[in-house]
Every structure is written in structure tokens, then in C-alpha cells.
């Protein structure tokens, strides 16, 4: 279990969040659901500690997050990332190995059979000798995907991994994603596309600067929790066609 | 042909000769592999000052009459650090911190020279003059190498993901700041022996270009330290040559070789050849 703990980022005079404290279940998949500049990726990168936090604490299973990095797998945006960079598919993959390695270790056999066969999970072995730049934003976000298996943490937190990505990708990454689960892994997802909240997610958060709800996605994700943190048309718009099954 | 011959003949006779192609081959190396991380990381700008700011340690190591590579890797890292903290603690670019900086070590690194009193010094300080290369700066060259290709094999895998993902490598758990500084005080020790084969103003040459050349030949990081270190013996090597058959300066003949392989490179290299590009272009 992942647990924040009073979180608080940004200035006093501008905070992002204050005294924010939310839980991520084990063996379940929690999405984050929120308006744009609402706190996600900032709640995540502050738990990482990526970023400056005013105050707040994050365990992973009771032990602080900062002492277990070996033990988490994040796949963040990568918008900067550069893709004209001298690695290929395989080597990019096989850095996911290097946190249990440690220093002064170098991948031997069996971190490239890990490597590999993360590969192999997301379809991608045909591509490992291809420059990075060479891939679809697809099959980029799968490259990544299978860094984080080759990983193997326990905590494995992806934010928008859907964005800009083909229907076929996204399948592979879900397929992923539910194996995760069903290993009994913290898996967290900041997601953007409400449409598919309840196909995708066990849990969920909803953050607007703060703690909006969180809990089963059957009783959080509703009209009223939508309306409160987006807007009353969104929610209409959501909870009126197809049914409303959970409002 | 004939001066390739009456080189080769200077070669065997004049261990001066003999000191210069050592110490050029042994830079050319050095520089291509650090030089490789220093582009990849978009550092450019920071090789060049951090090769600028280190001219006050070598006039103090020359008042005080310690060894050069102590007063420039002090130097060095001042100035690295300083950058650091004037760029975390205001809101200027990072490439205006490093132009404020190294313009004004190296300034400071001109009236501590001009105190010491020494002008022809000075002179080879700042163009290079490897055929001056005494028997103590050929053993600091050589200390330097192994520092340098000791770290860049010890640390690979670190040197790798903290230039190409840095926020994975500190989500994992390694310490970038201390990859950075840790790569910048091996930049300077490099600078430092670089500077007796181009000087100060040119080490930024042997920096980037031979690396930048070998990034357009290959997809792969450790091919392309290798050729960058490859390209960095040449260009030292023929650059020695020229200096040495029309006794030009040898910072000024090394550089110009460099920049002549990066053209070729520019035009012909599979990768982004301009050439290629253009003949992949009409056929398309």
C-alpha cells in the first residue's frame, strides 16, 4: 500500500495542495482523475520526491518511499525526452535492470534475458536493435512499459501513458497493466480521458487541489463527484447517455 | 608526401616529436570520450566555460608552485558550482549563469597571469604548444587518462541514463547532482591536458567536435565513444603533423583537422548526411 501523508506543495502563497493524504491499494489498479493543473503529476513527483515539498510523508508496505527506490517503477511523460539520443530499443529496456544492480555492476546474462523478455511481453522484440526515434508514439510507450516490467517494483506509478498512443498500444499496455494487478503490484495511472474510468480502474482518486474523492470506482466515480470537480455539463454529458448507472 | 616522410624521419630523431604525438594521442582519447557525454547531456556552453574558468587555477598552481591539475580542478568545480547555484537561485537561464561565470574566472584567470609575470606562458596557455610537452606533463596526461577512461567504464551505465533520462536515474535512486559534478572535475582534468595541445580557447573544439562527428556515424552510445575517441587521436595526430611541417600553432592546425572530419561527416554520414538526405530525397 502507498500511503501520502499530509502532502503539501507550492508556496503558501500559492499552493498546489495542502495536508493532502490519500492511500493506493495493493493488487488493485487506481486511476487519478482531475482537471488540468489539478495536482496530479505534481502529487506524484512530490511522493517521489522529484520536487520540493512543503511537508508530508510517503510510504510504500510502511517504510519510506525514499528507502525503497529500488522498488518503484515510474513511467512519466516524456515530452522532453531525446529521442535522437545514441541508445536502441534493447539497451533503453535494459536500463529498467539498473537499479537492482546497484554501482559498479554491469548487466550480465540474466538482465538481458529480463530485458528480452519484457520485450517479448509488449510485442516489441522485432524493434530491439532500433533506435529510439525510429518507434510510433506507441510503440514508444510500450518500450516503456516493458522498462518498467524489466523493473520489477512493486510500485509501479504511470502518468498519461495513453496520451498520443494507437487503440492496439493501448490494449498491449492494459494487458500489462492487469497482469501487474493481478501480481498483487500498487499500480497508479494519471488519466485524463474520463470515458474510460470504470473499464480501466478499480480505484480511483479525484484531485482539484486537494482531495476530491477516492475509494472503489463504483461509488467515486458518480455524477456529483464530477460535477463538483469538472463542471455540470461534463458531468451531464457523462452520466446522462449511456445510462446512469453509478450517479 | 615528401613532408609525411621528413615527419616520420623527425619522429624517430626528436623526442620532442615523440612526447607531442604521445601526449596528442593520449588527449585526442580523453577528450572524445568525455566530450561524447558532454554533447549528449546538451552541456556544450558548459565545456566551454568550465575549459575558460579553469585559467585562474593554472596562474595560482604557477604562483604557488603546486601541480597544474590541483589549481584547475579547484578552479574548475568553483565555477561548476557557482553556475549551479546562480542558476537554482534566481530566475535566469542556466546558459546566462555560465556566460556571467566563466567570463569572469577567466578574466581573473588574466591578471593572475599577467601578476605571475610570465607572457610566452600565457601564450601557450591559450593556443596550445605540444611540441613544448616536458616529461611531467606527459605522466599528468597519463594519470589523467586512466582517471578518465576508468570513470567513463566504471560508471557507464550511470553516465548513460543520467544524460539520456535523468528523472528515471533519480526516480531509481542514483545521485545525478553527484554524476554531474563527479563528470565535470573529470572535464577539467581533461581541459587541463587538453590545454597543452590546443589551449584554453580551443579545448571546446576537442570537446565537441570529435564527439559530434562520431554521433553522426552511429545509434549507439558505446560506438560512438569509441569513434569519438578515434577521431580525436586523428585529428590530434595530423593536426601534429601540420603544426609541425608549417609550423603552425598547434591548437589552431589540431582544430581545423577536427572541423574538416565533422564536414565530411556533415555531408556523408549515413545518418543525417546532408549528401544521403538529399539522394534519399529524389528518390522518394
Known amino acids: ?247 | 608526401m615528401h613532408s609525411i616522410a621528413t615527419f616520420i624521419a623527425a619522429l624517430s630523431k626528436y623526442d620532442f616529436l615523440q612526447s607531442a604525438l604521445i601526449t596528442s594521442t593520449m588527449v585526442g582519447i580523453m577528450s572524445g570520450l568525455i566530450g561524447s557525454f558532454i554533447i549528449l547531456r546538451g552541456m556544450s556552453l558548459m565545456g566551454d566555460a568550465i575549459s575558460h574558468a579553469v585559467l585562474p587555477g593554472v596562474a595560482v598552481a604557477y604562483i604557488l608552485g603546486i601541480n597544474i591539475l590541483i589549481g584547475a580542478s579547484v578552479f574548475g568545480i568553483l565555477a561548476a558550482l557557482i553556475i549551479g547555484f546562480v542558476s537554482t537561485h534566481s530566475k535566469l537561464k542556466n546558459d546566462t549563469a555560465i556566460g556571467v561565470v566563466f567570463s569572469a574566472f577567466y578574466a581573473l584567470g588574466f591578471i593572475l597571469i599577467s601578476l605571475a609575470g610570465s607572457a610566452t606562458n600565457l601564450h601557450h596557455i591559450l593556443f596550445g604548444n605540444v611540441l613544448a610537452v616536458s616529461n611531467g606533463d606527459m605522466i599528468t596526461t597519463v594519470i589523467v587518462l586512466c582517471i578518465a577512461v576508468l570513470f567513463v567504464v566504471i560508471f557507464y551505465k550511470e553516465l548513460l541514463i543520467s544524460s539520456f533520462d535523468p528523472t528515471f536515474a533519480q526516480t531509481y535512486g542514483l545521485n545525478t547532482q553527484l554524476m554531474h559534478y563527479s563528470l565535470m572535475l573529470v572535464l577539467t582534468l581533461v581541459t587541463v591536458s587538453a590545454l597543452q595541445t590546443v589551449g584554453i580557447i580551443l579545448v571546446v573544439a576537442m570537446l565537441i567536435t570529435p564527439a559530434a562527428t562520431a554521433f553522426m556515424w552511429t545509434n549507439r552510445m558505446s560506438t560512438m565513444l569509441t569513434l569519438a575517441a578515434g577521431f580525436g587521436v586523428l585529428a590530434s595526430t595530423v593536426g601534429l603533423y601540420l603544426s609541425y611541417t608549417f609550423n603552425w600553432a598547434s591548437g589552431p592546425a589540431i582544430v581545423i583537422v577536427a572541423a574538416g572530419m565533422f564536414l565530411i561527416s556533415f555531408l556523408l554520414a549515413p545518418k543525417q548526411g546532408l549528401l544521403i538526405k538529399r539522394r534519399e530525397a529524389k528518390h522518394a
Not at chain 1, 56 to 82: M, W
Not at chain 1, 155 to 172: A, N, R, T, Y
Open chain 1, 1 to 247: 500500500m502507498l500511503e501520502i501523508r499530509n502532502l503539501s506543495v507550492g508556496y503558501s502563497a500559492a499552493p498546489i495542495f495542502t495536508d493532502l493524504s490519500v492511500t493506493f491499494a495493493n493488487g488493485r489498479i487506481t486511476g487519478i482523475i482531475g482537471p488540468n493543473g489539478a495536482g496530479k503529476s505534481t502529487m506524484i513527483k512530490g511522493a517521489l520526491g522529484l520536487i520540493k515539498t512543503q511537508r508530508g510523508t510517503a510510504t510504500f508496505c510502511g517504510q519510506a518511499l525514499s528507502k525503497q527506490r529500488g522498488n518503484i517503477a515510474y513511467v512519466e511523460q516524456h515530452n522532453d525526452l531525446d529521442l535522437s539520443f545514441p541508445i536502441n530499443v534493447f539497451d533503453f529496456v535494459l536500463s529498467g535492470t539498473y537499479a537492482q544492480l546497484g554501482l559498479f555492476k554491469s548487466p550480465g546474462k540474466r538482465e538481458h534475458q529480463r530485458a528480452l523478455a519484457a520485450l517479448e511481453r509488449v510485442n516489441l522484440s522485432a524493434f530491439r536493435n532500433r533506435q529510439i526515434g525510429g518507434l510510433s508514439g506507441g510503440q514508444l510507450q510500450r518500450v516503456f512499459v516493458a522498462r518498467a516490467i524489466a523493473q520489477d517494483a512493486d510500485l509501479v506509478i504511470l502518468d498519461e501513458p495513453f496520451v498520443g498512443i494507437d487503440m492496439h498500444s493501448e490494449q498491449q499496455i492494459m494487458t500489462v497493466l492487469h497482469e501487474w494487478r493481478d501480481a498483487g503490484k500498487t499500480v497508479i495511472v494519471v488519466h485524463h480521458d474520463l470515458n474510460k474510468v470504470s473499464a480501466y480502474f478499480d480505484d480511483l482518486v479525484i484531485l482539484n487541489h486537494g482531495l476530491m474523492a477516492s475509494g472503489p470506482v463504483a461509488a467515486t466515480y458518480t455524477a456529483a463527484n464530477i460535477e463538483r470537480t469538472f463542471s455540470s455539463d461534463l458531468s451531464a454529458l457523462l452520466f446522462t447517455k449511456g445510462g446512469d448507472q453509478y450517479a
